[in-house]
């Protein structure tokens, strides 16, 4: 199955190989190997890959940037701060 941000792949070789996907390597994407976490490689520069052992694998391309914590806490942080500021705002005002 390939989705934007997740790409499920049913591999079957004998000997041990390289699972190449030309779409662009890019951090945050994050692999397993018949459930187990894999490093994801650079291949050519620019493509994502994985290594495989020989045999029938389920490998699973999930991207997971690690910056978007960091960004939802930013975002919820500023709303929170705004939605603050207005309600002071809106009860001085009414004092006034």
Request: without cysteine; charged residues 20%.
């Amino acid at each position: 199955s390939y989705e934007p941000e997740r790409v499920v792949v049913q591999t079957d070789d004998i000997e041990p190989s390289m699972l190449v996907l030309t779409d662009q390597w890019f951090a945050g994407w994050e692999a397993a190997v018949d459930g187990r976490r894999a490093p994801v490689l650079k291949a050519n520069h620019t493509f994502r890959a994985v290594e495989l052992p020989g045999g029938p694998h389920t490998v699973e391309f999930r991207f997971r940037p690690s910056w978007l914590p960091l960004g939802l806490g930013i975002t919820v942080a500023t709303l929170l701060g705004t939605a603050a500021f207005l309600l002071i705002a809106t009860f001085r005002k009414r004092r006034s």
